[in-house]
């Protein structure tokens, strides 16, 4: 009898790993790397939240909950997001508790578009973003950012990408590879398209704490765009634990949004995953009701090192760098160096045993860049200059 042979979906054979899994296969065979590629904070899960964890384990919280999570935790986030971001959300049939930013946001792309409509991503944004997109039988449509006009969005470069298919489109301040932050009047021009294209937008704000002081000792303001007039019934607003907290290995997530997307979401979530782990759900209660100042004293060490990094870049041959305003990446112009942003990131690995990712890894238009996570203490960060100067 003939063997009939099975072939993984279509959908699956679509998707490409990203650049950063390149650069993180090479530095794992190099004992004395430097490790800049990463996108988590190098610091520990603070100590009251590992307790409540525990406390949570051995109080039987074990078992299954409600698939938008439990209600103390969902309550919190709906204070949490009515205190902090200035929308209202019920938190009994609004809000939800997810694997992480990427369960969240994958929920939100199965809950509002269908097999084959496209959704608007941001260039450069975070490498995962098309992918995502892809593995929900739907279509990116990269919309540039421009370095020239600070990552900004620029509606007339945006407008020529829509076409009748255009259902979403993903926003992300502070952002992932730049460092910008969307000002609340960029905010209301994205507001204006969505509303007048009728889009939904997805609204990733993973790095909403890490702001930094302008030179000027003005500090960045951080803009929900579910708060402006009219955006809560076409937005979903995305947000982990795991940056903020330093929690990635724990999966915790949530989104936000109107009544009928929620109701979406929490019924897909049921049939992907059931819920998210009990004891974690615990530990983000605690997260978001306990203290504080781990968060503030995370963010000053960032703080700290973002000047020591960008200064030490602007130093560097061929390299120029803004200052960012928010995350924890640099996003330095490599145009200088006249070479590809993947051979120079090769280069820098392979020469200088520093691993950073290329530009290219987070669009078109991520090219002649490089971004250097400043997740790393400040003695590995001044080392990684001095071993890149070598290289170059
Ligand atoms: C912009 C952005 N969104 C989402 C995520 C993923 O977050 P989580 O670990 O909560 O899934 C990342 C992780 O690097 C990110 O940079």
Redesign the pocket.
């Given at each position: 009898m003939e063997t009939l042979t099975v072939q993984p979906s279509r959908r699956s054979r679509k998707l490409g790993l990203s650049g950063i899994r390149e650069i993180f296969e090479k530095a794992q065979k190099i004992p004395d790397v430097i490790r800049l590629e990463f996108?988590?904070p190098d610091f520990d899960t603070p100590d009251n939240i590992k307790a409540a964890a525990i406390r949570a384990i051995n109080a039987g919280m074990t078992k299954y909950t409600s698939s938008a999570g439990v209600p103390e935790l969902r309550s919190a986030i709906a204070s949490k997001l009515a205190s902090e971001n200035g929308v209202d959300y019920d938190s009994a049939s609004e809000v939800i508790v997810t694997?992480?930013?990427?369960?969240?946001?994958n929920l939100a792309f199965l809950s509002t578009v269908d097999v084959g409509d496209e959704i608007l991503v941001p260039d450069p944004?975070?490498a995962?973003y098309p992918y995502a997109v892809q593995a929900v039988s739907a279509v990116p449509v990269s919309y540039p950012l421009r370095e020239a006009s600070g990552y900004s969005f620029e509606r007339e470069a945006v407008e020529r990408l829509v076409s009748a298919k255009t259902k979403a489109i993903l926003i992300?301040t502070p952002?992932?590879p730049t460092g910008a932050i969307l000002q609340r009047s960029n905010l209301q021009e994205i507001a204006d398209f969505a509303m007048e294209r009728n889009l939904f937008v997805i609204s990733?704000e993973?790095?909403e704490k890490f702001l930094y002081e302008d030179p000027g000792g003005k500090n960045k303001e951080h803009v929900s765009i579910a708060s402006l007039q009219g955006m809560r019934e076409r937005t979903v607003t995305?947000n982990?634990?795991?940056?903020t907290y330093a929690m990635?290995g724990w999966?915790?997530?949530y989104a936000a949004a109107a009544e009928p997307i929620s109701a979406a979401m929490t019924k897909i979530n049921a049939a992907q995953s059931s819920c998210v782990s009990t004891i974690a759900q615990y530990a983000a209660l605690e997260a978001l009701s306990g203290p504080q100042d781990s968060v503030s004293n995370m963010i000053s060490a960032f703080a700290k090192r973002r000047e020591v990094l960008v200064n030490g870049l602007n130093e560097l041959p061929g390299f120029s760098c803004p200052m960012p305003h928010g995350?924890f990446y640099a996003f330095p112009n490599i145009s200088g160096t006249r070479t590809k942003s993947y051979d120079l990131a090769m280069k820098i690995v392979e020469k200088g045993h520093v691993a950073v990712v290329p530009g290219s890894s987070f669009g078109a238009e991520g090219e002649d860049h490089l971004r250097l996570a400043y997740a790393n203490s400040l003695e590995n960060i001044r080392a990684a200059l001095e071993r890149i100067r070598k290289v170059l």
């Open positions: 996108g988590e694997a992480g930013a990427t369960s969240a946001i944004g975070w995962t992300n952002s992932n990733d993973v790095y995305v982990a634990f795991s940056k990635t999966r915790l997530g995350a």
